[in-house]
């Protein structure tokens, strides 16, 4: 028989675990908007969680409560759960946004940091090939038109 304080360490193990679901739950929600996942993408991350927090949910179990299932420990999973989304979801769904949004930001920089000579080596480049693409334009339809007249020549003979 367990003690009334085993009982409410068990509680409270199994409500911590329940936070950390939730805050994986979180995760999940962010990665998801970070991809912008598909119908298949968004079953392949859910199975995923599920089978997380089902290795979680085991091993908490297991280690707290020597793997007894009992309603007091399921009860402590939900509240764990309830209790994160109440209090403290808003709060790390907006932190996690920022750090997407300054990661996102600052990888954008980043990248304008890195090409910016290959962008002045193409605009240096350009000018000069832009001249020899364009005269070569002009040679391509000089040479298309002299073929045109020597097809239509051409074709004027056998007729004849």
Not at 84 to 92: D, G, H, I, Q
Not at 108 to 126: E, G, N, Y
């Amino acid at each position: 028989m367990l003690t009334t304080s085993n009982q409410a360490y068990i509680f409270l193990s199994t409500v911590y675990a329940g936070l950390i679901i939730g805050f994986l739950y979180d995760c999940c929600r962010m990665i998801r908007k970070m991809i912008r996942a598909g119908i298949a993408v968004t079953g392949i991350l859910d199975l995923l969680f599920w089978s997380i927090i089902a290795v979680l949910s085991f091993l908490v179990l297991y280690y707290v409560n020597d793997g007894d299932v009992r309603i007091y420990t399921l009860l402590g999973f939900a509240v764990g759960w309830l209790l994160y989304l109440l209090s403290l979801s808003r709060f790390v769904m907006k932190t996690l946004n920022w750090i997407y949004d300054t990661l996102a930001k600052l990888i954008h920089w980043l990248v304008k940091i890195i090409l910016w000579p290959f962008k002045k080596l193409w605009r240096a480049l350009a000018k000069p090939f832009g001249w020899v693409k364009h005269g070569l334009g002009k040679l391509k339809r000089s040479i298309s038109k002299i073929f045109q007249k020597f097809l239509k020549n051409a074709n004027k003979k056998s007729e004849e």
